[in-house]
DNA sequence: CGTCCAGGTCTAC
DNA sequence: GGTAGACCTGGACGC
């Protein structure tokens, strides 16, 4: 294995980034994310660079992010490839408001290691995608329509001019993603004519949340869930992803017989802006914690 | 074999 | 603004 680069887990503000507890969606080469689940020893990856396609693998030692593959990209590729990386594992993100918010905080503390880092795929349009296909379905419908849309794209996930041009008989036939189909390729269309730029949402000098969630929510096939969960992906951690899921898991942990959305939401307001992000790990600490 | 529903969303009242 | 009903798909059930 070649090494392509090294980062420091550190995030922004100096805080530590706990490999093993970054929240991480599992499943194959595309990574199809919403399915958070606790870390494996290492990430796989296909990336394209040019014609070529890099299977990268990404894994801790020391404190660091070791980025290998079998053999040495372009600099040209390598570069893309850290850029790609960073956002995934979103190093450019402060989280130490967050750990300084939670450190005397009886139900996650825990957390202050470094954990409550949220994998992202490399494009927020890829997160959109995938969000999409986290939908009114079960998650293995979800694993069947990413990877197809992965080995349209040569097991690498396609870009959206790709996407675009992707007949929706392919949608329909192959990728069996029923009425999704037609959204995702929607979208990709937008994106790839330049009329929509999903990456610039993750800056937050031009767009606040409100401004980005009515972006979001504009999209077909983004609803208020699909929206919390693609602004938790942004690191925009303010929105609870509220749903079939977390409701139940919610009611348990908790203790409750039954609970509103706006009584979950009163509950994690003293989060503050990182209260989809308590949230999170409020419910997922069985998976997390040792 | 029919019905339900899975980490929802859209449309039409 | 709030809420039924439809919606692709396919696996899990009850009959």
Not at 127 to 140: E, R
Not at 207 to 224: K, M, R, S, T
Request: aromatic letters at 8%; a positive charge; hydrophobic letters at 40%.
């Amino acid at each position: 294995m070649r090494t392509i680069c090294e980062l420091p887990l550190r995030g922004a503000g100096g805080e530590p980034i706990s490999f093993s507890r970054t929240i991480h969606s599992h499943g194959c080469a595309s990574l199809p994310p919403a399915r958070l689940e606790p870390s494996p020893l290492a990430y796989h990856r296909r990336f394209r660079a040019g014609r070529r396609a890099i299977d990268v693998t990404m894994r801790e030692r020391k404190s660091r992010l070791i980025v290998e593959s079998a053999s040495l990209p372009s600099a040209r590729a390598a570069a893309a490839i850290e850029g790609a990386i960073r956002r995934m594992f979103r190093f450019d993100a402060d989280l130490s408001p967050f750990y300084a918010r939670i450190g005397c905080d009886d139900q996650l503390a825990w957390v202050v290691c470094g954990a409550g880092r949220m994998l992202a795929s490399p494009s927020v349009f890829e997160d959109v995608v995938k969000t999409i296909c986290t939908t009114n379905c079960t998650w293995s419908a979800t694993l069947r329509m990413t990877g197809a849309l992965s080995e349209r794209g040569g097991g690498a996930f396609p870009g959206a001019e790709e996407l675009a041009g992707t007949p929706e008989a392919w949608y329909r036939d192959v990728a069996k993603m029923g009425y999704r189909g037609a959204y995702v390729r929607e979208i990709a269309r937008a994106v790839a004519s330049g009329e929509l730029d999903l990456d610039a949402l993750s800056d937050g000098r031009r767009f606040d949340d409100a401004a980005v969630e009515a972006i979001l929510l504009a999209l077909p096939g983004i609803g208020q869930y699909g929206a919390a969960h693609v602004m938790q992906l942004l690191g925009r951690h303010r929105q609870l992803v509220l749903d079939s899921w977390t409701r139940p898991k919610y009611r348990r942990l908790a203790g409750k017989k039954q609970a509103k959305d706006s009584t979950i939401r009163r509950a994690f307001a003293r989060y503050g802006e990182y209260a989809g992000l308590a949230f999170w790990l409020y419910l997922t600490r069985d998976w997390l914690e040792e």
